[in-house]
């Protein structure tokens, strides 16, 4: 770590001693250090259909979270950047690993960097995001099934080199020991400014507001873009992130709770059960490299390939299991060594043609995705079952004898006084194995796809849109012998749009039809005494409807979103009625609609507004047990408000103020639907003085305090107060 931040420092200082004689203006500079903004509206963005389309042109519903707003609103972390998100609702996942997103009724992650695949587990470092793009409903067709959702993907769009000499870094200091330091710096390699390269680097630390836990990590991207000339440009840009935290999956087995919500439980809020003894290590690494080039005036190719390396040794999961209403059991996930690698290179050649009199934008891509995960991971000995990877942690951290026998199974109970025994790594360490495993899995997909926007006339616009997906998983490999479930699917996933611009530029209605999927795996037959029978499915369909009002009013002042969409999930796989055990068929479905609204409103100078709301309505409707019922870890009404003002000269120029709040209904941490998560609404309110050479702000999160959870009943922070001081070069 040390070695890391020492490394940058000098980096940056030696690319300040090479820029002494710059005398741009700051005003140029500001473009580069991320300050400064006069509202939140953004450029199109291409990556969002992989073509130049403007929003009242796409038949597709999408929000940007810009730069602009994550620095405004003081963000440290993904889950505060993406607070102005409409209808989205992010967390730490079920099993604390990252970026946990909830759209339309359906759980997400933020695994596209610019348009490619990656699998980070870990979360989103947002000091090299230039934007987030959330790309809403089944995506299937421009973004495949392998790791898009249902509920939408989620793009993270990386910082790029600029021209301009300039730069800024930021420090930030609040609640519970937060230290966050960042820097990027941009710069010219060359007097013609045909290479440039731009780095940013951090470093943080806080504590849990809880009794244990703690969060810290480095991070380092570099980006160099080398303009070969006016027609080719080769870009190249790398990711390094090591987090370290402690790891709190969520607690299991609320189905023994008589209690009705998390409120009832209020006392063990601010108890972590674990110890910074077990803090996890994990590494992200990401390079990328892109070729774009201008074939003519009217066809570009863009060639990309990204490849991403996950890491984590020793890493120890807590895992809580609810007893009764008074107390909890403490088990231990831990993995030896966990590594994911995954590769993805495309090929897109955009088009923008006349056939007649019709203007045609066109892209036709051809993408190959691999993933390879090598996971080793202990077994454990459980009551009659040799082979659980969850491990009672021993009655006080105490084993009876010198063989490693637990003395009982440790216990705590759910108050606020009942005294708890610290968790110990060495503890973990000794516990008893059954054996060993080390597995290995690769899947891949090859893909093709081709997208084309009509313009029939200039106010109507036709989309269609196809993709062919082949997907491969190979065989698991494990402790060195290759088993068997290897299987082929091939899914063709259609995307129709409608846009007629009622008035141009200005109002436009949309529709669309949209196909999601996923590739279910084959399972043994259980009426196989053998067990060397597998029973093959189809890939699991989503399709959707939608349809709403695009308006960019008020001399682009006001621009709103109004979608209702209705999408229906079948070939899920559900118990067979027969009641077997183990056997499946593939005749389970969910009925999923809403309707969204957002605005981003910038009424006068100075001023801007973000805001949104999503109702979803999400339920299996099929002949499973679990007919009727609402889906677990989905809000019914989620809403989001962010509002701002800067003094944008006079006596007091550089003077802001914010202010908004996030709402987010109930939710259902089971699916029997008995138990659930409290709803909840978070204030938060910034004041700051952004001048051309630096900025101070302070921000308040959960201003009013408000005891909450998340989705997986996982505690959230209390208020919390952080401060920032920014100088600008």
């Not at 459980?382 to 009876?400: D, E, I, Q, R």
């Amino acid at each position: 770590m040390k070695k890391t931040i020492i490394s940058a420092s000098l980096l940056a200082v030696t690319m300040l001693s090479a820029q002494e004689s710059d005398t741009l203006k700051i005003s140029e500079i500001q473009s580069v250090s991320l300050q400064g903004t006069h509202n939140y509206r953004t450029k199109k963005s291409e990556s969002v259909a992989r073509l130049p389309l403007e929003n009242l042109e796409n038949p597709t519903v999408y929000n940007l979270v810009p730069k602009e707003i994550i620095s405004e609103m003081n963000a440290v972390d993904f889950n505060t950047a993406m607070a102005s998100a409409p209808g989205v609702v992010v967390s730490n996942s079920v099993n604390d690993s990252g970026n946990d997103i909830f759209m339309r009724g359906f759980s997400s992650n933020a695994t596209f960097r610019n348009g490619l695949i990656q699998n980070p587990r870990v979360q989103a470092e947002i000091a090299n995001i230039e934007r987030v793009e959330v790309i809403k409903g089944p995506s299937g067709t421009l973004f495949g099934g392998t790791l898009a959702n249902y509920g939408g993907v989620v793009n993270v769009v990386t910082k790029k080199p600029q021209e301009n000499f300039g730069g800024i870094i930021n420090y930030t200091t609040g609640s519970w020991g937060m230290n966050r330091i960042t820097a990027d710096v941009n710069t010219p390699l060359n007097k013609e400014k045909t290479a440039l390269a731009r780095f940013n680097v951090a470093a943080y630390s806080q504590d849990s507001f809880q009794d244990a836990g703690y969060n810290k990590g480095v991070f380092f991207s570099g980006s160099i873009l080398y303009k070969v000339s006016d027609r080719t440009t080769v870009t190249l840009d790398t990711e390094f992130h090591a987090p370290e935290k402690t790891l709190n999956a969520y607690v299991r087995q609320s189905e023994k709770l008589t209690l009705h919500s998390m409120k009832d439980l209020a006392g063990a809020h601010d108890r972590s059960f674990t110890s910074n003894d077990i803090g996890s290590k994990r590494t992200n690494f990401v390079t990328m490299a892109e070729v774009t080039h201008k074939i003519n005036d009217q066809w570009t190719s863009r060639t990309s390939y990204q490849r991403g390396e996950a890491n984590e040794n020793e890493s120890v999961f807590l895992v809580l299991n609810y007893l009764n209403n008074n107390s909890v059991s403490r088990s231990i996930r831990p993995f030896d060594s966990y590594k994911i690698t995954t590769d993805n290179i495309q090929q897109n050649f955009i088009g923008d043609f006349k056939i007649g009199k019709l203007r045609n934008r066109l892209v036709v891509g051809v993408d190959y995705f691999q993933q390879t995960s090598k996971n080793q991971y202990p077994m454990f000995k459980v009551g009659n079952n040799s082979s659980s990877v969850f491990a009672p942690y021993p009655l006080n951290g105490v084993f009876t004898d010198d063989y490693g026998t637990p003395k009982g199974n440790d216990i705590v109970m759910l108050d606020e006084s009942s005294p708890w025994t610290s968790i110990s790594r060495d503890v973990v360490k000794r516990l008893p194995r059954s054996g060993t495993m080390y597995d290995i899995n690769k899947v891949s997909t090859f893909s093709v796809y081709a997208s084309d926007v009509l313009n029939i006339t200039d106010n109507l616009l036709v989309m269609a849109s196809l993709r062919m997906d082949n997907y491969k998983n190979n065989n698991i490999i494990s402790n060195g012998v290759e088993g068997k479930g290897k299987y082929t699917q091939t899914q063709f996933a259609p995307k129709l749009g409608l846009v007629y611009e009622i008035v141009k530029n200005e109002v436009s209605f949309f529709a669309n039809y949209v196909n999601g999927f996923k590739n279910v795996a084959p399972t043994v037959d259980p009426r196989d005494t053998s067990r060397n029978t597998y029973i093959e499915y189809k890939p699991e369909q989503g399709n959707q409807f939608e349809a709403g009002f695009k308006l960019d009013l008020l001399g682009k002042k006001l621009l709103t979103t109004i979608s209702y969409y209705n999408m229906r999930i079948k070939n899920r796989l559900m118990p067979d009625p027969s009641g077997i055990t183990g056997l499946y068929i593939q005749d389970g479905n969910i009925k999923n609609q809403g309707f969204e609204i957002d605005l981003v409103a910038n009424p006068v100078k100075g001023w801007n507004i973000v805001a949104g709301y999503g109702y979803n309505d999400n339920k299996y409707d099929d002949r499973s047990k679990d007919a009727g019922k609402r889906s677990a870890w989905s809000p019914k009404h989620v809403a989001n408000f962010w509002t701002s003002y800067k003094i944008m000269d006079g006596a007091y120029e550089g003077l802001g103020f914010g202010a908004g709040f996030n709402f987010v209904d109930k939710t259902y941490i089971n699916i029997t639907n008995h138990f659930l998560a409290p709803s909840y609404t978070t204030v938060g309110a910034t004041v700051f003085y952004d001048k051309k050479k630096y900025r101070i702000g302070l921000k308040m999160n959960n201003a009013l305090n408000q005891m909450y959870w998340n989705f997986y009943g996982q505690p959230q922070k209390p208020r919390e107060i952080l401060a920032n001081f920014a100088f600008k070069f």
